[in-house]
């Protein structure tokens, strides 16, 4: 399909196809959750009552139920606040933060979601 070797690695690919990992795509899903559903969420700068640093971040329920854990209200918090810096500031302003978000998982390809988790490049 692309003329390339069998074994090249398929991570450059992904961004020049447009195409997105499944990692990505679980991520991007999740955030679609989150923005449709942005009434369900407190972010931390509604609780602290002043402007820090974390203030964009979503507050983190804290919770001892695996099952809990492991659904979309707390999976989302966790890979919303794990977003670089400009992506969030977005869904505040309302201004295209689902296709920013796209974008960026298209240029990063994560083969998985530990990966993105563990990402520090960018934040």
């Known amino acids: 399909m692309t003329g390339n070797n069998v074994r090249t690695s398929c991570r450059?690919?992904?961004p020049r196809l447009g195409?997105?990992?499944?990692?990505?795509?679980?991520i991007f899903s999740l955030m679609r959750f989150f923005s449709r559903n942005l009434q369900l969420y407190t972010f931390n700068f509604t609780i602290q009552g002043y402007s820090a640093r974390y203030r964009i971040q979503l507050h983190k329920a804290s919770t001892a139920l695996t099952l809990y854990q492991k659904g979309p209200y707390?999976?989302?918090?966790?890979?919303?606040?794990k977003l670089p810096y400009n992506i969030p500031e977005l869904i505040?302003?309302?201004k295209g933060f689902l296709t920013n978000l796209?974008?960026?998982?298209?240029?990063?390809?994560?083969?998985?979601?530990?990966?993105?988790?563990?990402?520090?490049s960018d934040r």
């Open 19 to 26: 195409i997105m990992t499944l990692s990505s795509q679980y």
């Open 102 to 120: 796209k974008k960026y998982l298209l240029e990063k390809a994560y083969y998985s979601v530990e990966e993105y988790v563990n990402d520090l």
């Open 12 to 14: 450059p690919l992904f």
């Open 74 to 81: 707390y999976e989302s918090v966790r890979f919303y606040n």
């Open 92 to 94: 505040l302003q309302n």
